[in-house]
């Protein structure tokens, strides 16, 4: 048959995987990708989490472990949370320089902090025995202002550690301005402050509840924002950049693509993005279920972040496409999301 007189033919760039790999317009880099990890206090041997299988709660000695092979592998970044044995109103264990998320952020920095970028989530939830990101006012609402004292010393406390990156994820109005002016009066003026900026309530932190042992009733609707607000998400970017925020971030990843998109096309900070447990869960499960596909879900779902304009990506894969996309190496081999 004569083939039709068409002016486009899109389908010309797509025929071999050798120029779909060619007019590729986005690429994953295994440095554009920050694993979360999760110590935990007072544990002889690390524990598998149900809900996000693949991810667990580590020893300091396994947590250094699966540092170097994150590092080896060429990942960017290293972001850390601990779970504290203790833990009361005020979150006392998040600025005990003692504290496991602190020792923990010693142990990485002694360990790889030449290699990498050691981080550590800033917020008190981990450590309050009523699971809230702040301490709580008589009435039982989450005080800001008393909070952002404790964000002050949680931020020295993980510096004096050796974190070189703060996630400030807690939501308190004014945090930004009031942890960068710790900082800089005890002399971190060069540790960088990663503000979540756009953080949105979510039902899909479920799995990362069990993660850190969440003692949360209730949930966090007076701190984190409406799923329905995206130009309000647009403002909380832009008073953390006039505070200070080195870089900002926009989370949950998936369900929120537009807003980081409208985000990166608009600032002029790195932006970040990051793919949260529910988001790594109903991949997972769902892939274990036969339902899809593991590996090219993987690739899809983090070539969108990228597409909607993520500089970086925290993801609990990390470690594992950075290896797909390294060879194990840390070191760049010319590999497709095809492969
Ligand atoms: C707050 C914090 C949370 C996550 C990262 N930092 C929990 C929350 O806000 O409820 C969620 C990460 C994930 O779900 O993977 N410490």
């Given at each position: 048959?004569?083939?039709?007189?068409?002016?486009?033919?899109?389908?010309?760039?797509?025929t071999?995987?050798?120029?779909?790999?060619?007019?590729?317009?986005?690429?994953?880099?295994?440095?554009?990708?920050?694993?979360?990890?999760?110590?935990?206090?007072?544990?002889?041997?690390?524990?598998?989490?149900?809900t996000?299988?693949g991810?667990?709660?580590?020893?300091?000695?396994?947590?250094?472990?699966?540092?170097?092979?994150?590092?080896?592998?060429?990942?960017?970044?290293?972001?850390?949370?601990?779970?504290?044995?203790?833990?009361?109103?005020?979150?006392?264990?998040?600025?005990?320089?003692?504290?496991?998320?602190?020792?923990?952020?010693s142990?990485?920095?002694?360990?790889?902090?030449?290699e990498?970028?050691?981080?550590?989530?800033?917020?008190?939830?981990?450590?309050?025995?009523?699971?809230?990101?702040?301490?709580?006012?008589?009435?039982?609402?989450?005080d800001?202002?008393?909070?952002?004292?404790?964000?002050?010393?949680?931020?020295?406390?993980?510096?004096?550690?050796?974190?070189?990156?703060?996630?400030?994820?807690?939501?308190m109005?004014?945090?930004?301005?009031?942890?960068?002016?710790?900082?800089?009066?005890?002399?971190?003026?060069?540790?960088?402050?990663?503000?979540?900026?756009?953080?949105?309530?979510?039902?899909?932190?479920?799995?990362?509840?069990?993660?850190?042992?969440?003692?949360?009733?209730?949930?966090?609707?007076?701190?984190?924002?409406?799923?329905?607000?995206?130009?309000?998400?647009?403002?909380?970017?832009?008073?953390?950049?006039?505070?200070?925020?080195?870089?900002?971030?926009?989370?949950?990843?998936?369900?929120?693509l537009?807003?980081?998109?409208?985000?990166?096309?608009?600032?002029?900070?790195?932006?970040?993005?990051?793919?949260i447990?529910?988001?790594?869960?109903?991949?997972?499960?769902?892939?274990?279920?036969?339902?899809?596909?593991?590996?090219?879900?993987?690739?899809?779902?983090?070539?969108?972040?990228?597409?909607?304009?993520?500089?970086?990506?925290?993801?609990?894969?990390?470690?594992?496409?950075?290896?797909?996309?390294?060879?194990?190496?840390?070191?760049?081999?010319?590999?497709t999301?095809?492969?």
């Open positions: 048959m004569a083939a039709v007189d068409l002016e486009q033919r899109p389908r010309r760039l797509r071999t995987p050798a120029i779909r790999r060619l007019v590729s317009e986005h690429r994953l880099h295994a440095a554009d990708l920050v694993l979360p990890m999760f110590v935990k206090e007072g544990i002889e041997t690390p524990i598998d989490l149900t996000m299988p991810v667990r709660q580590h020893t300091l000695d396994s947590l250094v472990a699966a540092a170097k092979e994150a590092v080896a592998a060429g990942v960017g970044g290293l972001m850390l949370f601990g779970i504290p044995s203790l833990r009361d109103a005020e979150g006392s264990q998040a600025d005990a320089p003692d504290g496991i998320l602190n020792r923990a952020i142990a990485l920095a002694e360990a790889v902090g030449d990498t970028v050691i981080m550590a989530d800033l917020c008190l939830d981990e450590f309050t025995d009523h699971g809230h990101c702040g301490v709580l006012d008589d009435a039982g609402v989450v800001n202002d008393a909070t952002l004292e404790r964000y002050a010393s949680m931020a020295l406390a993980q510096a004096r550690a050796g974190a070189s990156v703060l996630g400030l994820s807690g939501m109005d004014g945090q930004v301005a009031h942890v960068r002016a710790a900082l800089d009066a005890y002399g971190f003026i060069d540790v960088v402050i990663l503000a979540y900026a756009a953080k949105f309530s979510s039902a899909f932190y479920g799995p990362f509840r069990e993660a850190v042992e969440s003692q949360l009733k209730g949930d966090r609707r007076t701190y984190q924002q409406d799923a329905a607000n995206g130009r309000e998400a647009g403002r909380e970017v832009r008073l953390d950049i006039e505070q200070g925020a080195d870089i900002v971030m926009v989370k949950p990843g998936m369900p929120y537009d807003v980081l998109a409208d985000i990166s096309a608009h600032v002029d900070v790195p932006v970040w993005s990051y793919q447990s529910g988001e790594y869960a109903m991949i997972e499960l769902a892939a274990a279920a036969g339902a899809i596909e593991r590996w090219p879900a993987i690739i899809e779902s983090l070539l969108g972040f990228k597409r909607a304009g993520a500089d970086v990506i925290l993801t609990y894969w990390a470690t594992e496409v950075a290896q797909s996309l390294t060879g194990g190496t840390g070191t760049r081999v010319p590999r999301s095809e492969d």
